[in-house]
């Protein structure tokens, strides 16, 4: 113990005195958030079959990002040991939630600029690691994201926390009154908050939708062999035709490329029949494809009507960096390795570029939210155009292989995504297990493995629109830099 | 490229029924702006082509070669000039549109690129098609070489190019039309998925050829010619099949098709030495993929009304699924 105290002392004394242990606890935190990168795929598809090779192509994103998350981490120590040092004790827990925040908030912002590449979605997308995501299951916790947000959940984290620190490591009567008070108030909060989320909740029978997903296992390949394209599109044509007999809207996942594959074996004419086909009524098939169009390829999502055609199309905007863009940073490095191997495996395979168009799209009454895959990970992407009345995310686990720890990971943002909006959110996989998820971000469908099979699930599409539907991350980014202006008049030095 | 593009896009537009007497006009461009001046009020005849005595466009020296006439600027009398046809790899000393100077008398050893050049070439020094040019005469020259472009790669790409053996028939008893099914369905399932992949290949081959990488474009050479093998094999897999007689129509458009497809990628694999006849290709082989369809559908409605089961049916199945109800 003593040991492990030196130790403490010797990285909170070097310099830059206070950056040390955040960084510290963050590469660990991070290393283990961003460790399904080992799982990634891509690589078979690249064809690099040289085991070192393939290590290193990992390991340097791997540290860049691991490394790139966790300076935000210490930059936020940092702060705690050289700023707000003429505060109260008792109003620490407000500074140190509020510069949390934001950090938290540039760090997003950092991850997409530090994977930027051509074409690439800049602004605080990539969500990945923040720690309301680690409490996805805790209804009482996750639900009021409907008010404020993830940011909002990382405030009373650390406000929650710093509080409990303080009241176990100070002395002084009034002190712990006051800390035990905040504490006392942050549970009142989130109790009057979930009280408020389940009034009026109650669900009109008449505008229920029986939505189907269509699990697939379509693995990620530039070029398919005649005899796996026949056996996929045949298990997705069954499917599909015992979905139809009972369900208003069907769901692909991403990568799905049904659509596609069919107008390979009908023609023009004959396409619009077999749709129409499938049943009596109108119903709503979302489709992904991968289409190469003349500027680049597109994730791109078509919704078709049964009775009516293509009604609209929305094209993946937050692409992955790596698996679907290039970054910048990662050219040169790759572009220096293909020279040396002779093998071009990344400048001769055709790049995604991202799409412009709304990802709301309308079908008869109702207004679709469209989420593809990555695009999950965004709050903003989630809420933007927020009239709704459902969503979808077309997700795919392939270049993962199906790996759980990302696929938990999607699903804790997932169903934050739902609170946050106070919408269904259907979750179609490909590789991984598909959800419905309720308006209060729980789980109430899922299939119990991966691979082909349907899913079904009577949703409700609701008008309603949340707080953080409306006004998203402005309201607490805005609390916590005034927090943070009130803190920064402080000068005294703190020691712990 | 872009150029050549737009002249066949503008010999469509331009009404080309009215081209009678297809390159006279050309003809007598050629030999008169040889004869005379050029664009920019030069004289041509001692820069372009030197010691023509005849003005046919071919010189003195290269009379002999082709055995022309060198005081006879048309010494077949088919009214083309011998120059002209030499750059258009016809023989000047055969009247007729079959005269290829080619031994084996195959459109698919033009380079049409290079006769374009030389077309153009000729008709801009005319003053046919230069920019102070009579619009009437200027178009009349744009539509003649646009058809001719068009009627060589026509030519070039003409399936019955590939020669073919004798359809060697079964009888019409179901046994023998479920053998016949069985062999053309693995076939066909196998083009189908050639034919679901390539477009993205090929566009990423044929790009291949306007690269300065030498590799890249031997590389894509390499891909089309084993195309033209690949298809060539299937053909002759095809025809060793035994046909049931109330099945010769489907199977001479597969046949058909894959002379099509052969014929597409061995136009391709000269894309490198004349990218016009490339761009024929690449057409051509889009062509393909929306023939297909309707056969495919067709076997499977043949083979619904027939009551037939092949046993590798699963692509059957999966069609009959797809067009059940219509």
Known sequence: MVRINEIYKKILKTKPSGFWPGFSVGLFYFGYIFFWFWSVRSLVSFEIENKIFAFLIILLPYIITVAGMALFWGVFSYSLFNFFKKTGQVFLPFFWAGTFVLVEYLRIWFFGILWAGPGALLGSHWTLGTPAYLLANLDFVRQPAAYWGIYG????????????????????????????????????????????????????????????????????????????????????????????????????????????????????????????????KNILIIDSNKIPEREGLKSKTILIDSKEGAVGFYDKKLLTPGGESLPYIAKIPLLISERLTKNYFVSSRPTFIKGEESNVQNHQSNKVKILVCSDIVSPALARKDSNFDFMTNLNNLAVFDGDSFIEKQLLSMAKFRAAENGKY???????????????????????????????????????????????????????????????????????? | MFLFAGLIIAGIFLNIRDVTGLGANITGAIKTGLNNVGPNGSSLSGELVKNDIDSDGLPDEEEPLYRTDPLNPDTDGDGFLDGEEVAAGHDPTKPGPDDFLSTDNNPLSINITDKVSALMTGAFYAGDLSADADPEVYEKALADISVEIL????????????????????????????????????????????????????TE??????????????????????????????IAEVNALTVPPSWLDIHRQIISNLQTLTVSHQTLSQTAEDPLKGVFG????????????????TVTQKIRKNNLNPPNGELWSLIDSLIDGF
């Open chain 1, 425 to 496: 959110l259907i979750i179609s996989s490909n590789f991984g297990r598909s959800y419905v998820i309720n308006p209060l971000g729980k789980v109430i469908n899922s299939t119990e493995s991966t691979g082909y099979q349907i899913l079904t699930s009577d949703i409700v599409p609701n008008q309603t629109r949340t707080w953080y539907n409306k006004l998203g991350d402005i309201p607490i980014l805005i609390l916590s830099f005034i927090v943070v202006l009130l803190g920064l008049k402080t000068t005294r030095s703190r020691d712990f």
């Open chain 2, 205 to 234: 081959k044929f790009v291949n050829f306007y690269s300065d990488d030498a590799q890249a474009v031997d590389d894509s050479r390499n891909y089309f010619n084993s195309k033209t093998d690949y298809y060539r094999e299937v």
């Open chain 2, 282 to 297: 690449m057409e051509n082989l889009i062509s393909v993929y929306q023939n297909i369809q309707p056969i495919i559908v």
């Open chain 1, 153 to 280: 959940i990382d405030f009373l984290i650390v406000f929650f926390g710093t509080a409990l620190f303080l009241l176990a490591k100070l002395r002084g009567k009034d002190s712990k009154k006051i800390l035990v008070f905040e504490i006392l108030s942050t549970i009142a909060i989130l109790f009057f908050a979930n009280f408020f989320l389940t009034l009026n909740k109650l669900e009109s029978e008449n505008n229920k939708l029986v939505v189907s997903v269509i699990q697939t296992k379509n693995p990620i390949k530039t070029f398919y062999e005649p005899e796996e394209l026949l056996a996929g599109f045949s298990e997705k044509n069954k499917l599909l035709k015992e979905a139809a007999s009972k369900s208003n809207v069907i769901i692909f996942p991403e990568n799905a490329d049904f659509s596609k594959t069919l107008s390979g074996f009908l023609d023009i004419d004959s396409v619009p029949k077999y749709f129409a086909g499938l049943s009596q």
């Open chain 2, 151 to 202: 009627n060589d790669g026509v030519n070039a790409l003409n399936p019955d190019n590939i020669q073919t053996n004798k359809t060697i028939f079964s009888s019409d008893s179901k046994e023998a039309q479920e053998k016949y099914l069985n062999a053309i369905g693995l076939i066909v399932q196998n083009i189908w998925g050639e034919i679901i992949n390539e477009p993205r290949l090929a």
